[in-house]
Nanobody, 124 residues
Framework: QVQLVESGGGLVQAGGSLGLSCAAS????????MGWFRQEPGKEREFVAA????????YYADSVKGRFTISRVNAENTVSLQMNSLKLEDTAVYYC?????????????????WGQGTQVTVSS
């Protein structure tokens, strides 16, 4: 079992920056693909970013490419999401997730463990 706890959400003005962190416990995340997803009320969960087990490969949704950066520190069992140039449409609950697989994936159904989420609100 892997327990994931997100932190760092909050209220930020459009154009600003915010950093999210995900702390894992229970097992080392070094054997997991780690991802960030988000969900707005009434909408489906959306893939945001993923990072390979050693951090060499990253995937991003087109909507955040060039603005968001995902990173991981396996020794600290943490994953981060740095969000810059935030837009109103980035407002959502952001979830950290872990996938016990070798190949990278954007599919949320292939992630085994999820955090409880942290709210990010971007205001005008």
């Amino acid at each position: 079992q892997v327990q994931l706890v997100e932190s760092g959400g909050g209220l930020v003005q459009a154009g600003g920056s915010l950093g999210l962190s995900c702390a894992a416990s229970g097992r080392s995340i070094s054997n997991y693909i780690m991802g960030w997803f988000r969900q707005e009320p009434g909408k489906e969960r959306e893939f945001v970013a993923a990072v390979s087990r050693r951090g060499a490969v990253t995937y991003y949704a087109d909507s955040v490419k060039g603005r968001f950066t995902i990173s991981r520190v396996n020794a600290e069992n943490t994953v981060s999401l740095q969000m810059n140039s935030l837009k109103l449409e980035d407002t959502a609950v952001y979830y950290c997730a872990a996938a016990g697989r070798l190949e990278m994936t954007r599919n949320g159904d292939e992630y085994n463990y999820w955090g409880q989420g942290t709210q990010v609100t971007v205001s005008s």
